[in-house]
């Protein structure tokens, strides 16, 4: 059985570094895009089993990505779980009323973190899961 595949969507490279060594440690597979546009090319290219994204993103609002996202037949199943530095308070339920399938706001607990995307993995039709 081949691992999950997690696109990890964030312009900041070491961020990803870290979220790639901590999933690839956890038996996951990983790509990346730093940017907005990329990651819809990525995610129609290598057809990921989860999309962590980040909302503050250049060449594309995460918004706009995960709005995207919803409208591809072929990743409109596929679990986005939503990682930003912005106010959960405007942002939480908008994402999640968006589709996403869980919000963390960074800096994130990796335990938490870990377990929602198994979660997800289990059960993408379990919407809206927010980490305590």
């Known amino acids: ?22 999933l690839r440690a956890n038996n996951y597979d990983t790509v990346h895009a730093p940017d907005g546009y990329s990651a819809i090319a990525v995610a129609q290219k290598e057809h ?29 199943g596929v679990p986005v779980v939503v990682l930003t530095a912005r106010d959960p308070q405007n942002n939480e339920e908008r994402a999640l009323k968006g589709g996403a399938a869980a919000f963390f706001q960074k800096p994130v607990d990796n335990t938490e973190l870990l377990d929602v995307i198994r979660a997800s993995l289990t059960d993408s039709r379990t919407p809206g899961i927010r980490p305590s």
């Open 48 to 76: 990921p089993d989860l999309i962590l994204l980040d909302l503050g993103l250049p060449a594309g609002d995460g918004f706009v990505v995960l709005e995207r996202l919803q409208n591809i037949d072929s990743l409109a």
């Open 1 to 22: 059985m081949s691992k999950p595949k997690i696109l990890i969507v964030d312009d900041d490279p070491d961020l990803r570094r870290a979220l790639r060594l901590r």
